[in-house]
């Protein structure tokens, strides 16, 4: 399972990097981007993206398979 951010959403709320740093990274333009690429491969990773998921404004997090 990955987590993926929709740029065309995300308006550089912060709230996921904030929160979640190991999975999220603030980007050049300001708008979040994933810095874990790997798999999230712990139910602690998987919760935390879910919760910055919840977390996010726009709604512009997504985990996939
Ligand atoms: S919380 Fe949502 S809107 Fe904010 S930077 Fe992350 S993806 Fe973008």
Known sequence: MKAV???ARCQGKARCF???P????K???GKGII???EDLDTDE???DAQSAANACPRGAIT???
Do not use: A, H, K
Request: glycine letters at 10%; a negative charge; charged letters at 20%.
């Open 35 to 37: 810095v874990r690429t």
């Open 22 to 25: 190991s999975i999220f990274g």
């Open 18 to 20: 904030n929160l979640y």
């Open 27 to 29: 980007g050049p333009d």
């Open 63 to 65: 985990l996939v398979e």
């Open 5 to 7: 951010i929709d740029p």
């Open 45 to 47: 990773l998987i919760v």
